[in-house]
């Protein structure tokens, strides 16, 4: 009785026969969290918990609440009418995005190019945004002129940055940023060394690469052997080379607050680089070096699957729940089923974490109490960053991890009952569906989710910041982050391929 007032209560503008097809499992799996995941509803007695739609569960751990957030206070139910973003929308935030990148035809990418902000404190090139900001570009634009170009001046800022002395006393290659456009490391305080950087260097320029070979681009193909593959001070080689050594040294985390070993965003980037090496190798007739990458890249699956708890997966022993892994899924994914968009780790972290940024978020709740549609992300528990808020790119992020997940499903005959059951725990879709109704329900899931970006920055002619306050949805932080804009178009361009796999015929 307790869980059908539950749902009731959780799902009261939802139709009467809509609940009753969710079963009397699936309600209850919604209270099954770490206890590091539990955000304090504030109410003390259980009638009143269950009532306002809560989970109440006593414990003897001291500071744990008894009443807390169960995630199902953020509805991720949205029937879609259409995209997110009007196609002159979505001009618009490439323009504000493009303005980032390629400064001067130096290749630089500035993260931020507000100066009001922090002193100015983003008018840099971090390795990070930029890698994956280049991702972002050869994966969603459409001018391939442009692309190339783009790419190419890249790798010229790359290697020039990287051959010099580096004045930090720690190796060049894992210096996070760089003054622009100078191009010498920025000398301040930071957390240094940054170990993420060559892993997603090489992997978004050597996809990059291997798009070249597909496509057949002559003139393409030389310029990788020259500069990209072409001996160990080309940049792919001299990143990868550097990646093996130091794979499981000591580094920052990508928050750059945080130091560890066993970051599971640094891990799964670089298995990523070092498999697509691998085959860019392979493609150039080095099959000695593919070796090596793959055979490294196979000891840092061996250590990925430590992330995993049984309900989640963690970023790192002492800060499990952070959003930085919902990321990694996306940009560390090779299409191999290892934290595949349908997988129990993948699921199982999505419902864990929504859980835990809907309490955390007042924002959230106060949103889905308006009918506006989503959830929003945020980094990590005890975050204090500008206060700790939702942020743009980790909301958008999650969009394109359900879009990824709306198309695997599209794709598919039937799915496997467990999978359906962390289906509902993760995203609340109906029960008994066919796999295309299934995915049409995803797709309103990720349109619902990007719909809640779409209204905090509506009113600011679609300009992103870094973050959005958690108490009201105002901006917060740097304006124009490139990675806000890279993440939204990301999500955008796999909306479309899971509408091109909804189409597909599905082979059984």
């Not at 770490?34 to 414990?59: F, H, K, L, M, Y």
């Not at 990148?101 to 090139?125: R, V």
């Not at 190339?148 to 990287?162: L, P, R, S």
């Not at 864990?352 to 506006?372: H, K, L, W």
Request: charged share 20%; hydrophobic share 40%.
């Amino acid at each position: 009785l307790k869980c059908w007032l539950f749902l009731l209560v959780a799902h009261l503008a939802e139709a009467v026969m809509r609940i009753a097809l969710l079963p009397l499992a699936a309600c209850a799996d919604v209270c099954t969290l770490p206890d590091e995941a539990r955000v304090d509803c504030q109410i003390g007695d259980q009638g009143g918990c269950e009532a306002a739609g809560c989970c109440w569960s006593p414990t003897n751990t001291d500071g744990l609440p008894w009443c807390f957030y169960s995630g199902q206070q953020c509805s991720l139910k949205y029937t879609s009418s259409g995209a997110p973003f009007r196609s002159s929308e979505m001009e618009k935030i490439r323009g504000y995005f493009r303005a980032n990148i390629d400064i001067n035809g130096t290749g630089a990418i500035i993260a931020s190019p507000d100066a009001s902000w922090n002193e100015g404190a983003y008018l840099f090139h971090w390795e990070r945004d930029g890698s994956l900001t280049m991702q972002t570009v050869g994966r969603t634009d459409p001018d391939k002129a442009y692309v190339k170009t783009t790419f190419q001046n890249y790798v010229k800022w790359v290697t020039k940055v990287q051959n010099q002395k580096d004045p930090n006393g720690i190796d060049i290659l894992a210096e996070p940023k760089y003054t622009i456009p100078s191009g010498v490391p920025y000398t301040g305080d930071w957390c240094r060394p940054q170990k993420d950087g060559p892993a997603l260097r090489s992997l978004a320029v050597a996809r990059y690469a291997l798009g070249l070979f597909d496509e057949n681009d002559l003139e393409g193909m030389d310029w990788v052997r020259s500069e990209v593959f072409g001996g160990p001070e080309t940049l792919v080689q001299k990143d990868l080379a550097w990646l093996m050594q130091h794979w499981e040294d000591n580094t920052c985390d990508l928050w750059e607050d945080h130091e560890a070993t066993d970051f599971f965003w640094g891990r799964f980037a670089s298995r990523a680089a070092l498999t697509v090496g691998a085959t860019l190798a392979e493609k150039l007739g080095e099959s000695a070096l593919a070796a090596q990458y793959r055979e490294t890249a196979d000891q840092v699956t061996a250590k990925l699957w430590g992330h995993w708890t049984g309900q989640y997966v963690t970023q790192t022993a002492d800060r499990p729940l952070d959003g930085a892994v919902i990321d990694a899924f996306n940009v560390g994914y090779l299409d191999d089923g290892v934290f595949g968009p349908l997988s129990k780790e993948v699921l199982g972290t999505v419902k864990v974490f929504s859980a835990f940024f809907c309490g955390q978020y007042p924002i959230n709740r106060a949103d889905t109490a308006a009918n506006i549609p989503g959830i929003m992300y945020g980094r990590y528990k005890g975050d204090v960053y500008v206060g700790g808020n939702p942020w743009i790119l980790l909301t958008a992020s999650l969009a394109q991890l359900v879009y990824r997940t709306a198309a695997e499903v599209a794709q598919q005959s039937s799915v496997d009952a467990e999978i359906y059951g962390l289906l509902v725990d993760a995203y609340q879709v109906d029960e008994n569906l066919s796999t295309a109704k299934l995915a049409e329900q995803l797709m309103g899931t990720g349109d619902g989710i990007l719909m809640r970006i779409r209204h905090h920055i509506e009113g600011v002619d679609f300009h992103m910041w870094e973050q959005l306050y958690k108490g009201n949805g105002t901006h917060a932080s740097a304006g124009d982050l490139t990675w806000s804009y890279a993440n939204v178009l990301s999500a955008m361009q796999f909306r479309e391929k899971a509408q091109q796999a909804m189409t597909r015929e599905v082979v059984v």
